[in-house]
């Protein structure tokens, strides 16, 4: 008998997060996870009236896919995948990992080169189709964040079945807000980072693209970024994990970026000319994420934190970057983090990871459960 909390999930992805309905075509693409949870997605969808469409992939598979991988081979999987997403008008993709790492001794070039060739089928998913993207959860990702199979599993199912419709009424004034503003300047330890995202707009997160949700983003103009970012939470990034990472702008540009691992950092960033600047800036404020996982789906919607993305911007809040790259990394401002400071136009909007001001006051933890 399937877990009961499978097809709570499922009515919340194909409900509450794409919105199916009757003629709409789903591609529910699928890494690692049980079969009895794929079923509840197909049942879900065709209770909706949808059509759903079924991709299962491994992990060690993809691994194996990558190693060796050519242009030949990324344009041709390129062409089926955007043909086939172009025939969809909803995407969730359920992807559990058994090993976190298992694409770590992928060439560097062979992914640099497969990310490239395969952004046209990414940029179709985002900017025309419904989509949601979600982990699984299993022993690895309960290892990462330092719980036991069955607590995280418990911690999981809540999260990703909370009140987000609550979430969605209470971000409305951080969306105001953040849309109407100009300057931005961001303090915390190490960090001191002005820029500007005048007319770039914003977007709220509350479970309608991933769940776990919680967040509002916007984008830097292109050129604003001036200072330094210290994150203080570790980073994945095509198998390889990054902690300290330490980013200086000057004019927009990442100049000056250090690590763990250095080299391979620099790397990354010399993906393409876009990788050196930021296509995102968002706030985090899940009210039941306390703790960074090295999972970013689950680390940039922590309460009280905040992500600055180099690479490619989103089409909603577009600066006109375009890149390979859209590596979200992550800084929490809470007290125990070493505290820290949002201002938008001079004004203070959130201290040592609380919201300020009264109308914002909502988003807080204590509010939002």
Same mark, same amino acid.
């Not at 794409?18 to 699928?30: E, H, P, R």
């Not at 992914?111 to 949601?132: A, D, E, F, G, Q």
């Not at 979600?134 to 599993?153: D, H, L, V």
């Given at each position: 008998?399937?877990?009961?909390? *499978?097809?709570?999930?499922?009515?919340?992805?194909?409900?509450?997060?794409?919105? +199916?309905?009757?003629?709409?075509?789903?591609?529910?693409?699928?890494?690692?996870?049980?079969?009895?949870?794929?079923?509840?997605?197909?049942?879900?969808? %065709?209770?909706?009236?949808?059509?759903?469409?079924?991709?299962?992939?491994?992990?060690?598979?993809?691994?194996?896919?990558?190693?060796?991988?050519?242009?030949?081979?990324?344009?041709?999987?390129?062409?089926?995948?955007?043909?086939?997403?172009?025939? /969809?008008?909803? *995407?969730?993709?359920?992807?559990?990992?058994?090993?976190?790492?298992?694409?770590?001794?992928?060439?560097?070039?062979?992914?640099?080169?497969?990310?490239?060739?395969? %952004?046209?089928?990414?940029?179709?998913?985002?900017? #025309?189709?419904? !989509?949601?993207?979600?982990?699984?959860?299993?022993?690895?990702?309960?290892?990462?964040?330092?719980?036991?199979?069955?607590?995280?599993?418990?911690?999981?199912?809540?999260?990703?079945?909370?009140?987000?419709? #609550?979430?969605?009424?209470?971000?409305?004034?951080?969306?105001?807000?953040?849309?109407? $503003?100009?300057?931005?300047?961001?303090? $915390?330890?190490?960090?001191?980072?002005?820029?500007?995202?005048?007319? +770039?707009?914003?977007?709220? /997160?509350?479970?309608?693209?991933?769940?776990?949700?919680?967040?509002?983003?916007?984008?830097?103009?292109?050129?604003?970024?001036?200072?330094?970012?210290? *994150?203080?939470?570790?980073?994945?990034? $095509?198998?390889?994990? =990054?902690?300290?990472?330490?980013?200086?702008?000057?004019?927009?540009?990442?100049?000056?970026?250090?690590?763990?691992?250095?080299?391979?950092?620099?790397?990354? =960033?010399?993906?393409?000319?876009? &990788?050196?600047?930021?296509?995102?800036?968002?706030?985090?404020?899940?009210?039941?994420?306390?703790?960074?996982? /090295?999972?970013?789906?689950?680390?940039?919607?922590? &309460?009280?934190?905040?992500?600055?993305?180099?690479?490619? $911007? *989103?089409?909603? /809040?577009?600066?006109?970057? %375009?890149?390979?790259?859209?590596? @979200?990394?992550?800084?929490?401002?809470?007290?125990?983090?070493?505290?820290?400071?949002? !201002?938008?136009? @001079?004004?203070?909007?959130?201290?040592?990871?609380?919201?300020?001001?009264?109308?914002? #006051?909502?988003?807080?933890?204590? %509010?939002?459960?």
């Amino acid at each position: 008998m399937a877990d009961p909390r *499978y097809k709570k999930l499922a009515e919340v992805l194909t409900g509450y997060s794409t919105a +199916l309905k009757k003629g709409d075509t789903v591609l529910f693409d699928i890494t690692d996870t049980p079969d009895a949870f794929a079923v509840e997605l197909v049942r879900a969808a %065709r209770r909706r009236g949808a059509i759903p469409l079924v991709e299962t992939r491994s992990g060690r598979v993809g691994r194996e896919m990558l190693m060796n991988t050519s242009e030949q081979h990324a344009k041709t999987v390129r062409d089926i995948e955007l043909n086939r997403m172009k025939k /969809c008008d909803a *995407y969730v993709a359920v992807r559990g990992s058994h090993n976190a790492t298992e694409n770590s001794d992928i060439p560097s070039d062979n992914l640099s080169m497969y990310s490239r060739t395969l %952004r046209p089928v990414l940029n179709y998913r985002v900017n #025309k189709t419904r !989509w949601v993207v979600i982990r699984w959860p299993n022993g690895a990702m309960a290892q990462g964040a330092g719980m036991s199979t069955e607590a995280f599993e418990n911690f999981f199912f809540q999260v990703c079945t909370m009140n987000y419709a #609550k979430m969605a009424k209470a971000q409305k004034p951080l969306i105001r807000r953040m849309a109407k $503003a100009d300057k931005v300047r961001l303090t $915390a330890p190490g960090t001191d980072l002005s820029f500007s995202i005048k007319g +770039l707009g914003a977007v709220g /997160c509350a479970g309608d693209r991933n769940i776990p949700d919680g967040e509002v983003f916007s984008c830097p103009v292109k050129k604003s970024v001036n200072g330094v970012l210290q *994150y203080n939470t570790p980073t994945l990034y $095509a198998g390889t994990r =990054f902690e300290n990472v330490r980013l200086e702008f000057k004019n927009g540009k990442i100049v000056d970026a250090k690590a763990s691992d250095t080299k391979r950092l620099n790397e990354i =960033f010399d993906t393409d000319p876009g &990788a050196r600047y930021v296509g995102e800036f968002s706030l985090g404020f899940n009210p039941y994420i306390k703790e960074p996982m /090295c999972d970013i789906l689950f680390d940039e919607k922590i &309460a009280g934190s905040l992500h600055f993305t180099p690479g490619q $911007a *989103y089409e909603e /809040c577009d600066n006109g970057n %375009r890149s390979a790259v859209h590596w @979200d990394m992550v800084l929490i401002q809470r007290p125990e983090y070493g505290g820290g400071e949002v !201002w938008f136009d @001079d004004v203070l909007i959130r201290k040592n990871g609380q919201f300020v001001p009264k109308d914002l #006051k909502p988003l807080n933890p204590s %509010r939002l459960k």
